[in-house]
């Protein structure tokens, strides 16, 4: 009978290890060499696990089976379950695949290495130098060691709001790695579900996946200590995740993953900012990048957590999804790299009439040789009243302004998309294409329609208003919260000259300057008469696109009946009359690039899909009088808008 690769592979290895330990009384090198063999081959091998297929399996009376991914549950209403979040699913499942990986191979990199200095240290005849850990609450700057960790250790998961378990469930037979999942939650009807569903898929519930009813908090706080933290930390609550940050940065494995979901979108963007600056420690503005500034708030308030306790944080992945934001961060622990989080969070300044924002970091970093200085920042960026059209300014934030992506991390994790794997493969190829292509360097972006709404013109085509950036030099890009998003690193100015140069292209009559007095009557508008947009579904970027192009080429070929209305809402509208007023200062040219036109939008992919039925949030799952109602349910909806 022919044996199968993979257990050829472990005999393999435990032959080399066998006579590893032979060699070891010789006190020759020859033990560390073939050490370093097997512990080259260790990441190779796979997890060799048994799956029970639980298609077949008979469904109980009151019970629905709900099959997704390799995992099967009983479902029966009494715990939450939102099945529009198998996206939300497959693409953590698809991240923490990723990572494992990547975690596998930077352990078998410093197992090689601590192999070495061994062998270094036995032939000089010297001990080798061992680390004690560290208590975490300990006044000195060191860093806390962590007990050392082989690739064959593979990983422990907190999933900290577990519902029916389905994800926990999915998480241990779907990603490479998996050594244990704790599947936690407060109510007990949801640990009830939790246990049931392990036995359904045939998995043990003491070594496999271990229930836990307990506030999700407290059992956090158990395993902040670095030798029982976990490699992964998934929070994805009922609402904000703000409650549970404090807890789960600490219990997060030094280059382990936080996984975060915030569901509170309305709070986020803009619509409460008294709760939002409650929750996150931030004021979120109503912007046409409120999607993104979403994330950099949910992501400075992460490294905000962080920084407390000697963490600082590098985002993998910060995605704008449906009605809410899911973030995948790595979390690592360096006295020294924590210092610099002043300098990659700061304020947002945003105009109150034309929208222009500009950014303030809060600290700067000064380096010189080896000599490195922290300190504050100098500003602020702007003038009390806007360059562009002359009004006050809001001012927003902390947000992040670091990249929110880690391109090579997303680019390797497109390479692990199959259609076998992940039902939702083809939204996930579209998302992440869009992700890659975005400019990592840039903070938040301006909407096409944004711009053409304040000076009334018809809306230019999206490539070539693109192409006019890029024909002046400068990078343009996409986003994948928007499909109208300009995301650029020209100046303000600029974006604003080229739309000037785009409506004194179009037959429109501009009408003259008003008076002073007419002007300060209508100066700043009020807050509450501002636009919003804040939780707005999202279209085909064919559509949008198209759109454009009907309106555009509807005023480019001289046919707009509606020429007199808009130079009379131009006159009528004393932002839009100071921003046409302003000549330009360069002049563009609307030529089509071929690069204007992203890959992701060539290649057809679904960058934009519409919504699924059903896409919206959906009401907590009732829960029996006895509890209070303190518990957090997985895969949520946005009912904290509600609740505030």
Request: with cysteine; net charge positive.
């Amino acid at each position: 009978m022919a044996v199968p690769s993979a257990h050829k592979s472990a005999a393999r290895v435990s032959m080399i290890l066998v006579w590893a330990v032979r060699f070891t009384w010789r006190g020759t090198r020859s033990c560390s060499l073939l050490m370093l063999r097997a512990l080259r081959l260790l990441p190779c091998l796979p997890r060799v696990r048994t799956l029970m297929d639980t298609t077949t399996l008979a469904v109980p009376a009151g019970f629905q089976r709900v099959c997704e991914g390799k995992a099967a549950i009983l479902f029966s209403g009494e715990v939450f379950y939102n099945p529009v979040q198998e996206f939300n699913r497959d693409l953590s499942i698809l991240v923490l695949n990723t990572f494992s990986k990547i975690l596998a191979n930077e352990r078998a990199a410093k197992a090689e290495q601590r192999a070495l200095a061994a062998a270094k240290a036995a032939a000089a005849g010297a001990a080798p130098r061992v680390k004690k850990a560290k208590d975490p609450n300990a006044d000195d700057e060191e860093d806390e060691q962590e007990p050392i960790k082989s690739p064959a250790d593979g990983m422990r998961i907190m999933e900290a709001l577990s519902a029916t378990g389905l994800r926990s469930i999915r998480y241990f037979r779907e990603i490479e790695g998996v050594k244990q999942v704790i599947a936690n939650d407060f109510s007990a009807d949801a640990v009830a579900a939790i246990r049931r569903n392990i036995e359904y898929n045939g998995l043990s519930a003491e070594n496999d996946i271990i229930p836990s009813h307990a506030d999700a908090s407290m059992i956090m706080y158990q395993h902040r200590q670095p030798a029982s933290r976990f490699e992964v930390v998934d929070l994805d609550p009922y609402g904000s995740a703000a409650p549970f940050l404090d807890a789960a940065i600490q219990s997060v494995a030094d280059g382990g993953i936080l996984c975060v979901t915030c569901t509170d979108m309305a709070i986020l963007a803009g619509n409460h900012t008294e709760t939002c600056h409650a929750k996150y420690g931030a004021t979120a503005l109503r912007s046409k990048a409120c999607h993104e500034m979403a994330l950099r708030i949910v992501l400075s308030s992460i490294s905000s957590h962080a920084s407390r306790y000697r963490r600082y944080i590098t985002p993998l992945m910060s995605c704008s999804i449906d009605f809410y934001v899911r973030i995948f961060v790595r979390v690592h622990t360096s006295a020294a790299l924590m210092k610099r989080a002043a300098s990659k969070v700061g304020s947002v300044y945003q105009c109150t009439g034309c929208d222009s924002f500009a950014l303030q970091p809060n600290g700067r970093i000064v380096e010189t040789g080896k000599s490195i200085k922290f300190k504050p920042a100098m500003g602020p960026p702007v003038d009390r009243h806007c360059d562009e059209c002359g009004n006050s300014f809001h001012i927003g934030g902390p947000i992040w302004l670091d990249p929110i992506h880690d391109v090579a991390f997303v680019r390797a994790a497109l390479a692990g998309v199959s259609a076998e794997k992940y039902k939702t493969h083809k939204r996930i190829t579209g998302m992440l294409n869009v992700i890659a292509e975005e400019l990592p360097e840039v903070p938040l972006y301006y909407t096409l329609a944004g711009l053409t709404g304040h000076v009334h013109t018809v809306t230019p085509p999206m490539l070539k208003f693109r192409s006019a950036l890029m024909n002046l030099g400068y990078r343009v890009s996409t986003s994948h919260a928007n499909p109208l998003a300009i995301k650029t690193d020209a100046p303000t100015a600029v974006v604003w000259d080229v739309m000037r140069c785009w409506v004194r292209a179009q037959p429109v009559k501009v009408p003259k300057e008003r008076k002073p007095k007419e002007i300060a009557a209508a100066a700043d508008p009020a807050p509450d008469g501002e636009d919003i947009a804040a939780v707005e579904g999202s279209t085909t970027a064919e559509k949008a696109d198209g759109a454009s192009e009907s309106h555009a080429d509807k005023g480019a070929g001289g046919k707009d009946k509606d020429k007199k209305k808009r130079a009379k809402d131009v006159a009528s509208d004393p932002i839009a009359t100071r921003l046409l007023a302003k000549e330009p200062t360069i002049q563009a040219d609307f030529t089509l690039r071929a690069d204007a036109n992203p890959d992701s939008r060539k290649a057809g992919l679904a960058r934009f899909p519409e919504h699924p039925p059903n896409w919206g949030p959906k009401a907590r799952a009732k829960r029996r009088k006895a509890e209070d109602g303190a518990s957090a349910s997985e895969d949520d909806a946005d009912g904290a808008a509600a609740m505030e």
